[in-house]
C-alpha cells in the first residue's frame, strides 16, 4: 500500500469517528437513516486500531502515532 491509501483510509475513518461522535450518547438518524450510539463511537476507535495494527504489519516503517492523529485521535500510545 501506498503513503496516498493510508492518507485516505485514515480521512475515512476521522469522518467516520466525527459524525459519531457529533452525536453524543443520544441516539440520532444519520444520511442514510440509521440511529448512532455513543458504542459505535467505541467501535469505530477499536477498528481504527485494528486497521493500524494491520497496516503496521504491512510495513516496517509505518508510523502509528501519525496514522492515529490522521484518524483524530488526541491521546498518546504507550
Do not use: W
Amino acid at each position: 500500500m501506498t503513503r496516498k491509501d493510508y492518507v485516505t483510509i485514515a480521512a475515512a475513518l476521522r469522518e467516520t469517528l466525527a459524525h459519531v461522535a457529533s452525536n453524543g450518547d443520544s441516539e440520532r438518524l444519520s444520511d442514510d437513516g440509521r440511529t448512532f450510539n455513543s458504542g459505535e463511537q467505541s467501535g469505530v476507535r477499536r477498528a481504527a486500531l485494528r486497521v493500524m495494527e494491520a497496516l503496521a504489519a504491512d510495513n516496517p516503517r509505518f508510523e502509528r502515532k501519525t496514522f492515529l492523529k490522521a484518524c483524530g485521535f488526541h491521546f498518546h500510545l504507550a
